[in-house]
């Protein structure tokens, strides 16, 4: 590891810790988890998928819907408001350069999730992003496991 932001920088950890507190707890677990575990994916964060793959399994979350996150679009594991959560995860996570996130992307989300809960998860797939670059950055390494 490079550095220890918990170490060297703890009111800015601290304040990212708050956001975690907050989001953590405003929405449902298992969607909790498959949002950072998708997030976690696409950035390439072995430590966060590590983690938010075992957090997830255990909870109680099935290995095949684990394992079926890098594909969910096709996955009849996931409900419909699952997969809005995702696709809302890939289009916050991979802002397009041009539109940001696409109306369908928000509105389906939207039909999907109260005001309160769309808010909520973008809160968590900001968090879990900004997790996955200090994770990355300082080359935070996940356990190994026996």
Request: include cysteine.
């Amino acid at each position: 590891m490079r550095m220890n932001l918990s170490k060297t920088h703890k009111k800015g950890y601290a304040a990212v810790l708050g956001l975690e507190g907050y989001a953590s707890g405003s929405l449902p677990k298992e969607l909790y988890e498959l949002v950072k575990l998708r997030a976690s994916i696409l950035n390439g964060c072995s430590f966060c998928t590590d983690m938010h793959s075992h957090d997830a399994l255990e909870m109680g979350m099935p290995a095949a819907k684990l394992f079926a996150v890098a594909a969910y679009n096709d996955s009849p594991l996931f409900s419909a408001a699952e997969r809005a959560a995702l696709r809302l995860t890939d289009a916050v996570t991979r802002l397009d350069p041009l539109q940001g996130v696409s109306d369908e992307v928000f509105n389906a989300a939207a039909e999907e999730f109260s005001e309160e809960e769309v808010g909520n998860l973008i809160l968590a797939i900001a968090t879990i992003n900004v997790w996955n670059r200090i994770a990355i950055t300082t080359q935070l390494e996940p356990p190994v496991r026996g």
